[in-house]
């Protein structure tokens, strides 16, 4: 955005790099309201939202003090941002900085203190509000970038709640090309932000239409190969047979292969109901709808992506059923004769896919024959990414970009490589990037002459931020594959009808503020606008035969009238006196001794617990990876928590035994507590009621832990907040944390090799040794004598045998 020509007009501030931005009056009218209420911003992609953060930023750092907090959903995009506030801002480059999980917990810590401007993702910013590492209390303004994510348990939804609350001068500014696809969703999106402003800009605002180019949408049509057809049909008639099962237990209406996952919810939630009330159909029929699930997902990947997506994921569900512990729906569904055909016709299938060949000529027309110099492919899977981009290279400059995590058989790209690879695209040093979801919002990649959707985009959401690559600054392209008669078809009109939807509700939006304001002023009585203005300097200038810059507003700078401009004369006053009147209340910390202090292992957060007790004012949370237990409420008592699944399946498998994990809890606490969450820990999956009565009473008699049973997340909230309060307000003590994992007893390392075998689990294991004493003993025996021990089967022992008395093929 930055501008050398000597007829464009430039914006100037005191903190603002001069000759840096352009002036753009939509996007001054945009700060002139964000900078005094808490605003979404909707504006169409490619057009400067982040430009508007900025203005606003600065304003509030030269006027109110404090520190800016900048908060997107994806590491490339936090970076991307920080480079462009450094650029931007006249404020020193190491008081602008970045924060991710790369950096570590202490060391954020530190760099908060010292910095101006923070650049985060929302979990990390979420893990240090629980875990007491920074406060919000001088932040002087929050910025939500693609806010359309707050919705539902997303971290900038705790984050906003605890800005509001603990921030001294609060000022919240959201940012989205598409915030959501109806009133009801941008709604939910203000209240749980604090937005009480919204400020909608789209292309057909005169302001805006400058800027933009048209974007022409094309779709075209696929026909598959009959063989590729035959593999679907063969998986329909697998899933016809299973949703026949599901109607015989009244829980589906329609045999249809088809079924919307709308439909495909209900019965899964009816299936539950059967579960409740104690039925044993519901486990049956939950079992049938997974095995639904798996081949319904097998007809998706054979119908839109391509053969080799199915021939991997058939791959992975041979190791899932081969596994220890493997669903009975995983195991159905390899050893079903049609789906075992359908797998060997997807080995065989060695023709070219037709999307690729599609994708391809695309290509090539845009590249070689257009003259054009980039193009982004964007897919839905990750196999397709790295499959397509390994075919394009054979005719083009192609690379892939995908996101972070490592899958099976996929490696994930790390920040670095994301970065480079953004690099060398926007230098021109390659032509075409494939790339999945984790490009699509807001990263500032150049614009391109085609974006290509190698399948429809079922959310309105995703396809505009897809679109939003192209038509910035020329006309661009853009092209959806689609194949004939299949979920393509469906997923795409269902795009086009959600994203009309959006369009007409961000018009809308325009012509109803009051009415929106009102609704937000009822759900938001407590929040207040930050009032007044301050004596900043922010003005338009000029630079044209050496021409002095001169205040917005006057009309001899030929600024176009900005001062009539609502809402940009509020952005660009330099008269006008801080407001000094009033204090904003914080909260004070408790006297010494009335804080509850409690330790939670940082994986807990997966959970709402460490959360929610951060909320509470006499609680203050610390989070540290701890080797023994998942809460330390003081020096004596630690806990251990597990939901009803988790803890059956720990008696079952899995590397670290419950056993185990007491064993090492009850040698370093006197007062170790083993907290299972949840109904139904009768009923998860095959184990007999007995054996888990067994492995309860072994807890609290073998290993001294109290067993304590709650009913959810809140509850356990609640037990721990009860138990940590007991023991330092009532009894006085301190809370520390001690023990290591140390080393196995040898008990414990005798019942580890047996577990081991056959991977049958710690509770046969120790069945096994205290049947035959010594793990020698376990090696030599037949398979007759190990049935003799409680819980071994014909089954088991032959699996036993197998192991212990089969070669070594290496």
Known sequence: MATTDEDVASIEHPLLESDFLERRLYQLKLAGTAANHHTLVCLPTGLGKTTVSLLVTARRLDEVGG?????????????????????????????????????????????????????ATPQVIENDLVGSRISL?????????????????????????????????????????????????????????????????????????????????????????????????ALNEVITDRLEKLKELGVAKSTQPDQSQKDLNRMRAELQ?????????????????????????????????????????????????????????????????RVREAMQKAESFDELHPKYRKARMLLAETLGLEGGERVIVFTESRDTAEALTDFLSESFDAKRFVGQGDREG??????????????????????????????????????????????PVPTAIRSIQRKGRTGRQSEGRVVVLMAEDTRDEAYFWISRRREKEMESELRDLKGMANELEDELDDSQQSLTDFEGETDSECGVKVDGNGGNA????????????????????????????????????????????????IIADQREMDANIARDLSRREEIEISLETLDVGDYVLSDRVVVERKSVADFVDSLVGGDRSVFEQVGAMARHYSRPIVVVEGEGLYEQRDIHPNAIRGALSSLAVDFGASVLRTESEADTTDLLAVIAGREQ????????????????????QQEYVVASIAEIGPVTARSLLEEFGTVESVMIATEDELQAADGVGQVTAERIREVIGSDYTG
């Open 729 to 748: 307000a009532t009894a006085d003590r301190e809370v520390s944390v001690h023990g290591e994992k140390g080393t196995k007893t040898l008990s414990e």
């Open 550 to 597: 001169d205040a917005v507003g006057d009309s001899s700078t030929g600024s176009e009238g900005v001062a009539d401009q609502p809402g940009l004369q509020e952005f660009a006053d330099t008269e006008a006196d801080a407001d000094e009147d009033g204090e904003v209340e914080t909260h004070e910390p408790h006297a010494e001794g009335e804080t509850i202090e």
């Open 273 to 337: 109901q059967l579960i409740n009330n104690d039925q044993s159909e519901g486990f049956e029929g939950m079992s049938v709808h997974a095995e639904v699930m798996k081949l319904r997902q097998a007809v998706t990947l054979v119908e839109t992506q391509s053969v080799e997506a199915l021939r991997r994921y058939f791959e992975r569900q041979r190791n899932q059923a081969r596994s220890s512990g493997a669903s009975k729906a995983s195991q159905r569904m390899v050893s079903d004769p």
């Open 67 to 119: 520190k800016s907090l900048m908060l997107a959903p994806t590491k490339p995009l936090v970076q991307q941002h920080a480079d462009f506030y450094r650029e931007a801002l006249q404020i020193p480059d190491e008081e602008i900085v970045v924060f991710t999980g790369d950096v570590s917990p202490d060391d954020r810590a530190a760099m908060w203190n010292d910095a101006t401007v923070v650049m």
């Open 410 to 455: 996929s490696d994930g790209m790390t920040q670095k490589q994301q970065q480079e690879v953004l690099d060398e695209f926007r230098a021109g040093e390659f032509e075409v990037l494939v790339s999945t979801s984790v490009a699509e919002e807001g990263l500032d990649v150049p614009e391109v002459d085609l974006v290509l959707f190698y399948e």
């Open 137 to 233: 209390a001088d932040v002087s303004h929050i910025t939500f970038d693609e806010c359309h994510r707050a919705t539902g348990d997303y971290a900038y939804n705790y984050i906003a709640e605890r800005y509001h609350a603990d921030a001294r001068d609060p000022l919240v500014t959201g940012m989205s090309a598409s915030p959501g696809g109806d009133e009801e969703a941008i709604l939910e999106v203000c209240e749980n932000l604090g937005i009480a402003e919204v400020e909608v800009m789209t292309e057909e605002d005169a302001d805006v239409d400058e800027f933009t180019h048209e974007t022409e949408v094309e779709w075209e049509r696929i026909d598959l190969p009959d063989d590729v057809l035959e593999i679907r049909d």
